[in-house]
């Protein structure tokens, strides 16, 4: 059984910047791609960015490209998402999310198979 606990949100200033963490059962980064997911306030998911198991290029959301960085460790289990220069729309909920089943391009947030519970990013003005 697959579980992801994601941690680090916490509320921050705009302009500030977040390390969130995501912890994995074991194999789970070896097995499949992984991911980042945020849900705003009041809208639907959507994917921050995504680490490829195949090696090709990571894949990042318009709205983030440039700020935020996606990185892991297998041998540490763990995914992490650095979020600077952030914004006030990027408060929500993120999800870690694990096994991109494909499908559509860009990436949708129902492409994934496995989710953690979440963590809340406030960014506040």
């Known amino acids: 059984q697959v579980h992801l606990q994601e941690s680090g949100g916490t509320s921050v200033q705009a302009g500030g910047s977040l390390k969130l963490s995501c912890v994995a059962s074991?194999?789970?980064?070896?097995?499949?791609?992984m991911a980042w997911v945020r849900q705003p306030p009041g809208k639907e998911r959507e994917v921050v960015g995504i680490?490829?198991?195949?090696?090709?290029?990571?894949y990042y959301g318009d709205s983030v490209k440039g700020r935020f960085t996606i990185s892991q460790d297998a041998a540490e289990r763990t995914l992490w998402l650095q979020m600077n220069a952030l914004r006030f729309e990027d408060s929500g909920m993120y999800y870690c999310?694990?096994?991109?089943?494909?499908?559509?391009?860009?990436?949708?947030?129902?492409?994934?198979?496995?989710w953690g519970q979440g963590t809340q990013v406030i960014v506040s003005a």
């Open positions: 680490v490829f198991h195949d090696g090709r290029e990571s």
């Open positions: 074991p194999g789970t980064i070896e097995k499949w791609s």
């Open positions: 999310a694990a096994n991109w089943v494909g499908g559509q391009w860009p990436p949708g947030a129902t492409d994934f198979y496995y």
